[in-house]
T-cell receptor
């Protein structure tokens, strides 16, 4: 069974701080997605990474896919209150169209 | 309307009621999904439809009955639910299944079973 472990599960920081969220597995994924979900809404796709070692940037967010395609990280620079939400990673298997989701990281950025 | 829409956004029902959740996607995708999201648990995949054909049923109890009349619409019919079925039910779509891993989600229906 493929599993994705996210850490930390909860993070509360002050505006302007930097943070990193990790997504780890013992399984290889063909792709890795990161989503952000705000209270009362569905997850919104932020980025997809497909190549081992790939780095993608989205404004203050930097996403990295591990060389072995088993792990990923999300780094936020100078966090803002608008970054508050639940961050989900999801891995796509090479033999299946299904996504395996991590349990999520709840981020709270205080002004 | 753009993206994926879901109605109703909130639903409270008794254990003997029958209700339906509706999902519509305006993205021209061929695959649609139902997920259950409970507190502190990863999203649980319930059903997958590809070109209106059910291709996945993840051991979901028969009190949940999906229906996909065309590639743009997906329903989840509910009957004789239990309190533990209270959760956020999310609909999603993707270009194809299998193959396309990018899924686009609706806002969800918050279901409370009393």
């Amino acid at each position: 069974t493929q599993l994705l472990e996210q850490s930390p599960q909860f993070l509360s920081i002050q505006e302007g701080e930097n943070l990193t969220v990790y997504c780890n597995s013992s399984s290889v994924f063909s792709s890795l997605q990161w989503y952000r979900q705000e209270p009362g809404e569905g997850p919104v796709l932020l980025v997809t990474v497909v190549t081992g070692g790939e780095v993608k940037k989205l404004k203050r967010l930097t996403f990295q896919f591990g060389d072995a395609r088993k792990d990923s990280s999300l780094h936020i620079t100078a966090a803002q209150p608008g970054d508050t939400g639940l961050y989900l990673c999801a891995g796509g298997g090479s033999n299946t169209g299904k996504l395996i989701f991590g349990q999520g990281t709840t981020l709270q950025v205080k002004p | 309307e753009t993206g994926v829409t879901q109605t109703p956004r909130h639903l409270v029902m008794g254990m003997t009621n029958k209700k339906s959740l509706k999902c519509e996607q305006h993205l021209g995708h061929n695959a649609m999904y139902w997920y259950k999201q409970s507190a502190k648990k990863p999203l649980e995949l319930m059903f997958v439809y590809s070109l209106e054909e059910r291709v996945e049923n993840n051991s979901v109890p028969s009190r949940f009955s999906p229906e996909c009349p065309n590639s743009s619409h997906l329903f989840l019919h509910l009957h004789t639910l239990q309190p533990e079925d209270s959760a956020l039910y999310l609909c999603a779509s993707s270009q194809d299944f299998p193959g396309a891993h990018e899924q686009y989600f609706g806002p969800g229906t918050r279901l409370t079973v009393t």
